[in-house]
T-cell receptor, first 118, second 119 residues
Framework: EAQVTQNPRYLITVTGKKLTVTCSQN?????MSWYRQDPGLGLRQIYY???????DKGDVPEGYKVSRKEKRNFPLILESPSPNQTSLYFC?????????????????FGSGTQLSVL | AQKVTQAQTEISVVEKEDVTLDCVYE???????LFWYKQPPSGELVFLIR??????QNEISGRYSWNFQKSTSSFNFTITASQVVDSAVYFC????????????????FGQGTELSVKP
């Protein structure tokens, strides 16, 4: 089954304690990205990757890091989490530039990670 | 700049009522893609539809229908005979060629509309 897998589903941590949210996709997609969802703001892109070892900032990258060492994995790293990073996080993948040209193509989302930073 | 506006923050209806969720978008591109996603209380994002800018045909899928009007830059979503299971947050989103080819297939999301269907 085609899917994007995020872990953990829920995470409570304290300010300053480094954490990693994992993301893996089994569709051999080139493009992967991270979004955060906040009330009244919808989802906003944090970082994206267009291939292995190619990453770039999205709209709200401050306080986050990512890496893309393998095609299937795209972890989100918070080196020193702060309370304003409390949010619902989604990982997403798609097949790339040709993707949206196909009638059935869309962005595949993981199930989300609810992060609370105390 | 690309933007998606869902002016209705919350809508409450009684079961079996029809309800329309509004979505207005802004983009300079002539080729773009519009999406609707459903987020039930469990939190995951469920893909509902993708519409290409060059296809203005309206679409119906069961009780769901979408009205795409380029003249008013709107992509509205109607649920006919709503049911309690339709209660969710609904997001409208936009992507264009620049986002598609240069920014990892980025979507610009609206703020979301929370629909509550009461029995």
């Amino acid at each position: 089954e085609a899917q994007v897998t995020q872990n953990p589903r829920y995470l409570i941590t304290v300010t300053g304690k480094k954490l990693t949210v994992t993301c893996s996709q089994n569709m051999n997609h080139e493009y992967m990205s991270w979004y955060r969802q906040d009330p009244g703001l919808g989802l906003r892109q944090i970082y994206y990757s267009m291939n292995v070892e190619v990453t770039d900032k999205g709209d709200v990258p401050e306080g986050y890091k990512v890496s893309r060492k393998e095609k299937r994995n795209f972890p989100l790293i918070l080196e020193s989490p702060s309370p304003n990073q409390t949010s619902l996080y989604f990982c997403a993948s798609s097949s790339g530039g040709q993707g949206f040209g196909r009638a059935d193509e869309k962005l595949f989302f993981g199930s989300g990670t609810q992060l609370s930073v105390l | 700049a690309q933007k998606v506006t869902q002016a209705q923050t919350e809508i409450s209806v009684v079961e079996k009522e029809d309800v329309t969720l509004d979505c207005v978008y802004e983009t300079r591109d002539t080729t773009y893609y519009l999406f609707w996603y459903k987020q039930p209380p469990s939190g995951e994002l469920v893909f509902l539809i993708r519409r290409n800018s060059f296809d203005e045909q309206n679409e119906i899928s069961g009780r769901y229908s979408w009205n795409f009007q380029k003249s008013t830059s709107s992509f509205n979503f109607t649920i006919t005979a709503s049911q309690v299971v339709d209660s969710a947050v609904y997001f409208c989103a936009l992507s264009d060629l620049d986002y598609l080819y240069n920014q990892g297939g980025k979507l610009i999301f609206g703020q979301g509309t929370e629909l509550s269907v009461k029995p």
